[in-house]
């Protein structure tokens, strides 16, 4: 659903996830708040309304009340049957033009007991109509006190008073959705009446007085409504409390304006407000749109002494002043949310700033790190997440580094490593190839010398033989002796094949290599071509023992240094060092010499058989074969280091002797 944020920056990411959760969160809390607003406001609007119609009845049966009062003080008071039967039309005067001026009724009446009027002071020339036929007077000759609400007819209008007919008289005003126009004007009156019995003094009945108010165009009821509820309620310059009284559905009192600014009499209800209040009789709670404006209005039926509908009692509030408070209420609301988003919107970016700002930092100095440079660390300002992610980090660089270098180390002991162990691999090789190349040569040689080694006895014994029966003087002798020596020396070479083969068994024994060494030299120490040389021992005392065929190795020993004394031809020094290499666990013997040293082209022969440098008679080539046929056969090992004109040194080392060896 979010992929599209893909492309985003984290902030970028961060911020419009935060605004879009504040945002929807502020919408619908903002349309929730403002239908509850609205709801309230409005409420409050029906409350008031349905209230004040309840003051306006209050009032208008007030006034009813007020009346039934004034009159019936009037019809009781100042001897008025007397002033009657008496018919003192100045007196008459003078009372009921006190009393109608004094409760200011706009006319005032007295009839005879069966309804004929007697006297009116607005017009004293007016009587004798009867007027039996008005409900509240019959009333009041049948004994009564009554006040109430009636129609009067422009001629009973004109009877009590010229001007109340003309007063009543209104023309139609055009009204929306008002039901169809049956007259173009009004001429009758609705009137607030009351009518009183006049009694004689014994208590009968002699006539009734009746008086009241004109409703039509009097704001008596209308202005003491809005002084009790509205007054000083102004919206715009417009009334927000209006009352009005209907005859029928004619407006005949209001303080509603028209658009000129004069009161609206002769508008007409709606339609609906007429079938509902004025037909049925119920009452209209509802925004009707009257005159020129929407009201929260409220109509409630007036009837007449019959119950008969007569009119229309209307309180409404201008709507608009209502919707105007809502707005403002929601538009502050709206306000303040806006407002508190904002600061949200600002304080998440700040805040994310603080996130992303060290994420930055930290994808920098890894692309610094990819090009190699590994001389940067993360500045650490936190300890959450993002501060241990810096901490890992410059550890992760440091052992990057670390391991860097040690790499590098290795590239260069590894090439010298591989250099040794390519040096090590060609002498180990150079080595398989000799030991080969003496295996095969030693079982050639054994061959040989095994089927020379029985003629050669035979010639030895007959020459030797032959020999011993010969005269002194015998001129064959020195050819035979040189027979005999000849073949002494074949026998010798013979025996040496067979050593160097090793066809004997050896016999091994526990002996200290120090011992053998002594021994060896022993038994060359006297002889002449040892005189001028001069011997360096350097044994070490604490030797292991091996386990060797000493008069195997007595002649190894012996092999080597009498060569060491050739090449020194017989002057110099002779150097014999042991000692114990632990950790090869072998006895190592070394047998060097200051004489002419071996060449590298032939240091690789001279253990080969039969190889030679010396002349013809002088050597063999065989010493140096048996010596290492020997070592070798005692899993020991035989190496030679050798400088020209400096000198040899032999090594032979040997496996020291194991615990089990011993038993
Ligand atoms: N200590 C040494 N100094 C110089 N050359 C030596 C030494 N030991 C041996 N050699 C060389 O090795 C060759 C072989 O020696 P060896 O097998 O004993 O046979 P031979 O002594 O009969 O020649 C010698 O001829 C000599 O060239
Ligand atoms: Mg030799």
């Known amino acids: 659903m979010f ?24 919408l619908i809390t903002s349309f929730i708040g403002s239908l509850i607003v609205n709801d309230t406001i409005m409420n409050q609007a029906w409350n008031k309304v349905h209230h004040d119609i309840k003051t306006a009845r209050m009032v208008y049966n007030n ?23 008496n018919n003192n039309r100045t007196e008459l005067f003078n009372y009921l033009e006190q009393i109608r001026l004094e409760n200011n009724l706009d006319y005032l009446t007295v009839t005879d007991e069966n309804g004929n009027v007697i006297f009116r002071p607005t017009q004293t020339n007016r009587n004798g109509d009867n007027v039996s036929n008005i409900r509240p007077i019959q009333s009041a000759l049948a004994g009564e006190v009554v006040a109430s609400t009636e129609i009067l007819t422009r001629t009973q209008l004109a009877n009590e008073e010229r001007d109340l007919a003309i007063q009543a008289h209104t023309s ?36 009734a007085l009746y008086g009241g108010h004109l409703l039509n165009k009097n704001p008596l009821i209308v202005d003491r409504v809005w002084n009790l509820v509205y007054r000083g309620e102004i919206y715009n310059g417009k009334e927000i409390g209006t009352v009005a009284i209907f005859f029928e559905d004619w407006m005949i009192s209001t303080n509603i304006n028209t658009k000129a600014g004069k009161p609206a009499i002769g508008t007409r209800v709606p339609e609906a407000v007429y079938d509902t209040v004025f037909v049925k009789g119920d009452e209209w709670s509802h925004r009707t749109y009257l005159v020129n404006d929407w009201y929260i209005s409220r109509y409630e039926p007036i009837q007449n002494s019959d119950d008969e509908i007569i009119g229309i009692l209307y309180v409404g509030l201008l709507e608009r002043s209502y919707l105007a408070i809502r707005n403002r209420v929601v538009l502050t609301f709206i306000g303040v949310a806006t407002l508190g988003f904002l600061l949200i919107v600002l304080i998440s970016y700040l805040l994310t700033r603080s996130v992303t700002r060290p994420l930055g930092e930290l994808v920098g100095i890894t692309q610094s790190i990819t090009t190699g440079d590994l001389n940067h ?71 040989i010398a095994h089927e020379i080694n029985n003629p050669l006895g035979g010639i030895l014994v007959l020459s030797s033989l032959v020999l011993e029966n010969l005269e002194k003087e015998d001129g064959n002798r020195q ?29 091994k024994s526990l002996v200290n290599i120090n011992d053998i060494l002594n021994n060896t030299l022993a038994l060359i120490e006297k002889q002449a071509m040892f005189h ?103 899993n020991g090992k035989m190496t030679v280091k050798s400088e020209v004109g400096k000198g040899t040194v032999f090594t032979i080392s040997t496996p020291a002797a194991a615990e089990e060896d011993s038993e």
């Open 172 to 207: 139609l005003v055009e009204s929306p959705n008002a039901r169809p126009i049956v007259k173009q004007e009004l001429t009758s009156g609705l009137v607030l009446i009351s009518a009183s019995p006049i009694r004689s003094n014994n208590g009968a009945i002699i006539g």
């Open 377 to 447: 660390e993360v500045k650490v300002k936190s300890y959450d997440e993002i501060g241990k992610l810096g901490l890992s980090f410059n550890t992760m660089v440091k052992s990057l580094k670390r391991m860097k270098g040690e790499l590098e180390e290795w590239g260069k002991t590894l090439e010298l490593k591989v250099k040794e162990r390519t040096e090590e691999l060609e002498a180990m090789q150079a080595k398989v190839i000799q030991t080969e190349r003496l295996a095969s040569l030693g079982q050639l040689a054994a061959g």
């Open 532 to 634: 001028n040389i001069e011997v360096e021992k350097k044994f070490d005392d604490n030797l292991p023992l091996v386990l060797v065929d000493d008069s195997q190795y007595q002649q190894v020993f012996m092999n080597i240094i009498l060569n060491a004394i050739q090449s020194m031809q017989e002057i110099g020094t002779l150097t014999l060092d042991t000692f114990n290499d632990e950790q090869e666990n072998m006895v190592v013997v070394e047998i060097g010499d200051t004489g002419t040293g071996i060449s590298e082209e032939i240091i690789n022969k001279i253990f080969d058989p039969f190889f030679t440098t010396k002349e013809v008679g002088k050597g063999t080539g065989l010493g140096l074969s048996i010596a290492y046929g020997i070592v070798t056969r005692h």
């Open 479 to 507: 050819n035979l002796e040189e027979v005999v020596k000849q073949t002494i020396r074949c026998r010798d070479i013979v025996k040496g094949l067979l050593q160097f083969s090793r066809q004997t068994e050896a016999k």
């Open 63 to 85: 006034q009813l009340l007020q009346m039934k009062q004034e009159i019936y003080a009037g019809a009781c008071g100042g001897n008025l049957a007397t002033l009657i039967r």
């Open 3 to 26: 992929s599209f944020l893909r492309t985003f920056s984290l902030r970028a990411k961060l911020i419009i996830v935060y605004t879009f959760i504040l945002g929807a969160g502020g």
